[in-house]
């Protein structure tokens, strides 16, 4: 391969990096045509950017990233494939899918600005709750007081409409 091809993917990589705040580091070895590109057909439907690189040109685009990623050197060993996506938890639950199998497995991943190294971080990494599912914790919390608050109205309502109702049919 040219340097300047090299240089291109570097950059692309390092782009890459840059778009996504999250990226998880995947072991495909063993792993046939078929089941290839059933994994690539799942990662399109999650909206996660799946890409086989070459594990110097990878090491090369940490490098040159502002962010180090020194933790995750060592998992650049065999085939490698980098699952980019915009939600942190996505890639972890995809490959729980796959982890019967145990192809693929995960190396490591860059979460939520903290590192993971090993595929025994992946329940954690699954655990991670996204932007969207802390938000909509916070609503259902925040709204839990105002529910009970406009029940306790519309019960103690009723009731005193229905005293007020049995106090005037009341006979003298």
Known sequence: MKKEVKDTII???????????HFYLVDVTGMNA????KLRRNCFKSDIKMVVVKNKLLHKAFEASDVDYEPLYPTLKGNTAVMFTQVANTPAKLLKEYTKEGIPALKGAYAEEGIYVGADQLDTLAAIKSKNEVIADIVSLLQSPAKNVVSALQSGANTIHGVLKTLGERPE
Request: a negative charge; proline letters at 7%.
């Open 34 to 37: 078929e089941a290839t590109s």
């Open 11 to 21: 950059s692309e990589l390092g782009a890459k990096l840059k778009e996504y705040p």
